[in-house]
């Protein structure tokens, strides 16, 4: 059974920075893309970032582009999100998301497993 576990949210400022993590186990982490979804209130969960199994691609909704980064260490088994310069309309619920693939994907329906999610508030 795939378990995620995503640390790492809190309260910022405008213009912080928070680093995500999120610890994978149960399955080969290293076969699989990863992926990082938030949800604000009354809005529908989206898409922020991808990265393929191996690391070496990457992809980003535009919002994102430039002030998060998305890594993974497949050794510790782990994915995180780097976020920078952050706006208050970054304040959501993220969420760690498994691929049932290896590349970069940014639908829900192509990720199978899914964290519990951790909160991120940026004040202005």
Same mark, same amino acid.
């Given at each position: 059974?795939?378990?995620?576990?995503?640390?790492? %949210?809190?309260?910022? +400022? $405008?213009? !912080?920075?928070? &680093?995500?993590?999120? @610890? =994978?186990?149960? *399955?080969?982490?290293s /076969?699989?893309?990863? %992926?990082?979804?938030? +949800? $604000?209130? !009354?809005?529908? &969960?989206?898409?922020? @970032? =991808?990265v393929? *199994?191996?690391?070496? /691609?990457?992809?980003?909704?535009?919002?994102? +582009?430039?002030r998060f980064?998305?890594?993974?260490?497949? @050794?510790?088994?782990?994915v995180?999100?780097?976020m920078?310069?952050?706006?208050?309309?970054?304040?959501?619920?993220?969420?760690?998301?498994?691929?049932?693939?290896?590349?970069?994907?940014?639908?829900?329906?192509?990720?199978?497993?899914?964290?519990?999610?951790?909160?991120?508030?940026?004040?202005?």
């Amino acid at each position: 059974q795939v378990q995620l576990v995503e640390s790492g %949210g809190g309260l910022v +400022q $405008a213009g !912080g920075s928070l &680093r995500l993590s999120c @610890a =994978a186990s149960g *399955r080969t982490f290293s /076969s699989y893309a990863m %992926g990082w979804f938030r +949800q $604000a209130p !009354g809005k529908e &969960r989206e898409f922020v @970032a =991808a990265v393929s *199994r191996s690391g070496g /691609s990457t992809g980003y909704r535009n919002s994102v +582009q430039g002030r998060f980064t998305i890594s993974r260490d497949n @050794a510790k088994n782990t994915v995180y999100l780097q976020m920078n310069s952050l706006k208050p309309e970054d304040t959501a619920v993220y969420y760690c998301a498994q691929s049932k693939g290896a590349v970069v994907v940014s639908t829900l329906y192509e990720y199978d497993y899914w964290g519990q999610g951790t909160q991120v508030t940026v004040s202005s």
